[in-house]
């Protein structure tokens, strides 16, 4: 499929969740949160990536406390939107992580030119929590066009022995029966979503 359709593909699937009431989506994200820290690749890991949510995404602010507070090692996307570059930098506390500043995208990272522990080169990661825009349940993705993740877990291949396992975090309205992809697109292990 082409960039167009890919792009208006795009289009109508942020319409539909732009529909979501806020209820909606906090329900959602419960059911998805829940079914995720029961899971036993959740359960086991101790080196982890946690995305910090858009408003148009599953919710991860209970899961990144809850990390926290069971001693994982949590690590956070720090994005240059001048590339497609992103590395997972460590996140040591709740407290660190109210006081981080926010992004264009009203995500909050740390500085670009913050020294920072990344999870790559100091014994990688064993779980990495994936965002998009869509999904299908044998684990292709759509996200949002810019190839961080994609070009994330690419870095995680070339750097581990054992490359993490990807979960991603979705809502139902997200879960299509098929989507386009390119040679360049990194399919995920397991979806969880709230349907």
């Known amino acids: 499929m082409n960039s167009v359709a890919k792009a208006s593909l795009r289009k109508e699937i942020k319409s539909k969740l732009n529909s979501l009431t806020k209820e909606e989506k906090t329900q959602q994200s419960k059911i998805v949160t829940s079914a995720l820290l029961s899971h036993p690749v959740y359960k086991k890991s101790q080196r982890l990536s946690i995305f910090l949510s858009m408003p148009d995404e599953i919710q991860t602010d209970s899961v990144l406390k809850h990390a926290l507070e069971n001693g994982k090692k949590v690590f956070i996307p720090r994005y240059d939107s001048s590339s497609t570059y992103m590395d997972m930098v460590r996140l040591h506390s709740w407290e660190q992580y109210d006081a981080l ?16 522990e990344q999870a790559l080169n100091t014994g990688g ?3 990495v929590l994936i965002p998009g825009l869509a999904f299908t349940r044998a684990g292709d993705r759509m996200g949002r066009g810019k190839g961080y993740y994609d070009t994330f877990l690419e870095k ?18 997200s879960i299509l029966p098929e989507i386009p992809i390119d040679e360049k697109d990194v399919p995920i292990d397991i979806v969880l979503a709230a349907d």
Do not use: G, H, M, Y
């Open 125 to 127: 990661l064993d779980l």
């Open 101 to 116: 500043p926010t992004t264009r995208w009203n995500i909050k990272q740390p500085p670009l030119d913050k020294e920072c």
């Open 156 to 173: 995680c291949k070339e750097v581990s022995l054992q490359p993490p396992t990807t979960i991603a975090l979705a809502f139902k309205e």
